[in-house]
């Protein structure tokens, strides 16, 4: 059993800023040893990769988010953050989180809404 729970999406104004989180349980993997990736969904869209990080703090960012959002881990807590800025209208996505390669196991995700 594999489960990610994520939270602290919301409607906000272009140019601010929201702090995900996730929440991640299972009896299968050790947290610690994996890398997590954040990923998004919108509407009409194949879901991408974000961001990533892997068990020893390296990340990787699409392009598109660079400079805006930071990707953090508490391995203590089995969660991972997601801290994006300036956020603009493109980025209004469901946004989940799973390992990265991910697993067949997907939250419900929490939804990003950037108005112009």
């Known amino acids: 059993q594999v489960q990610f729970v994520e939270s602290g999406g919301g409607l906000v104004q272009a140019g601010g800023s929201l702090r995900l989180s996730c929440a991640a349980s299972s009896d299968i993997f050790i947290f610690d040893n994996y890398r997590m990736g954040w990923y998004r969904r919108a509407p009409g869209q194949e879901r991408e990769l974000v961001a990533r990080?892997?068990?020893?703090?390296?990340?990787y960012y699409v392009d598109s988010v660079k400079g805006r959002f930071t990707i953090s881990r508490d391995n203590a807590k089995n969660t991972v953050y997601l801290q994006m800025s300036s956020l603009k209208p493109e980025d209004t996505a469901l946004y989940y989180c799973?390992?990265?390669?991910?697993?067949?196991?997907w939250g419900q995700g929490t939804q990003v809404t950037v108005s112009s």
């Open positions: 799973n390992l990265n390669p991910p697993t067949v196991y």
């Open positions: 990080i892997d068990s020893g703090g390296v990340f």
